[in-house]
């Protein structure tokens, strides 16, 4: 069983950045693939990042390349989401995720959620 809080969303003019963090409690925290997503209004969740047990593979969806970047600290239990160049398309809530395995886009692979933060990025 895995637990997940997110945290460090808010409200930032667009071009900014905001690093969000995914806090996760249990057993074997290193051992689960983490994978943020993001759900805006009236849209589906989509894939946004995802990053492997050790950190050595890193996964975006085309529309963050280069201004996103996914990291963990195992010994922190903590994966984090920096996110620069920020535009008012990245407006959403914003979710950690964990499974087991391998790195996937669908969020019904995944088994482990947390509550969200939201992001706001004005123009």
């Known amino acids: 069983q895995v637990q997940l809080v997110e945290s460090g969303g808010g409200l930032v003019q667009a071009g900014g950045s905001l690093r969000l963090s995914c806090a996760a409690s249990?057993?074997?925290?290193?051992?689960?693939?983490i994978g943020w997503f993001r759900q805006a209004p009236g849209k589906e969740r989509e894939f946004v990042a995802g990053i492997t047990w050790g950190g050595s593979r890193t996964y975006y969806t085309d529309s963050v390349k280069g201004r996103f970047t996914i990291s963990r600290d195992n010994a922190k239990n903590t994966v984090y989401l920096q996110m620069n160049s920020l535009k008012p398309e990245d407006t959403a809530v914003y979710y950690c995720?964990?499974?087991?395995?391998?790195?996937?886009?669908?969020?019904?692979?995944?088994?482990?959620w947390g509550q969200g933060t939201q992001v706001t990025v004005s123009s």
């Open positions: 249990g057993r074997s925290f290193s051992n689960y693939i």
């Open positions: 995720a964990a499974r087991r395995g391998i790195v996937t886009m669908s969020s019904p692979d995944y088994d482990y």
